[in-house]
């Protein structure tokens, strides 16, 4: 066998190529937080938001799958953040399909229950269906009226969020040939990703305010509120509920 292919197939030898790995990454890490800090600091902070929200659905059954998807967001974050722009991409989608998955579940119980049993697929274009998805008029004159002229934007947001990542995904060139060919900062990358990730979660902090404020607004401590007024403080419904001035 190869000398340096023995070496490099010793358990020392795997341990410093993943070391050097990882020490590359570092490195991108000190130029992202760098020249983007504030840019990731406000996609943690929407990180954190959903997080709220998800405490406050203990106890549903959707709530798994809605903290599977901020964990997605966190590692997509890291990956952006370290120079793996497309496992970056490619962890927006998920946390965008688990977390619109929640909330559909939340109001089809059937299909929730054949999806955990594996007996249904779970449906990116019902979901984001005009007629019947979570952010259809239909949908939101049940949960919250007041948001129904809002929710299109968030809904085409959603789509076209999903479907720039899916071309990572599926390796499609006219976008990966820009990405680096190995573990290395890139400020396009890194600024293009940090667009759709922003756009992703607001669009799925949108979405549950549709579907729960109506239930946790009643007892909110004030936590719930932040969130609002952090993303959403321009929407008329948004300043309604929170009690702020509205312009007439």
């Known amino acids: 066998m190869d000398e340096a292919v023995s070496s490099q197939n010793s358990p020392n030898g795997i341990t410093g190529h993943f070391v050097h790995l990882a020490e590359l990454g570092g490195q991108v890490i000190l130029r992202s937080t760098s020249e983007h800090g504030p840019s990731l600091g406000r996609i943690l902070r929407l990180e954190a938001d959903i997080g709220l929200w998800a405490n406050r659905m203990e106890g549903r059954p959707e709530v798994s799958q809605l903290s599977d998807a901020r964990r997605e967001l966190g590692f997509a974050t890291y990956a952006a953040t370290c120079g793996l722009y497309r496992l970056a991409y490619s962890g927006i989608r998920t946390f965008l399909e688990l977390s619109f998955a929640a909330v559909y ?69 006219a976008v990966t040939e820009a990405l680096p060919r190995d573990i290395s900062f890139s400020g396009d990358a890194l600024s293009d990703w940090i667009t759709n990730a922003r756009a992703a979660a607001q669009s799925v902090l949108f979405l549950l305010y549709g579907r729960y404020s109506a239930e946790f607004f009643a007892e909110d401590n004030g936590e719930l509120s932040a969130t609002l007024e952090h993303s959403f403080s321009h929407l008329k419904s948004v300043r309604i509920l929170l009690g702020l001035p509205v312009e007439r």
């Open 105 to 173: 579940f939340s109001a089809n119980e059937l299909h929730r229950r054949q999806w955990v049993s594996d007996r249904r697929d779970f449906s990116w274009s019902q979901a984001l269906d005009e007629e019947s998805g979570v952010l259809a008029k239909s949908f939101m004159q049940e949960f919250l009226s007041d948001g129904v002229g809002d929710a299109d934007a968030y809904a085409a947001a959603a789509a076209r969020t999903y479907r720039h990542c899916s071309q990572f995904i599926h390796g499609k060139l």
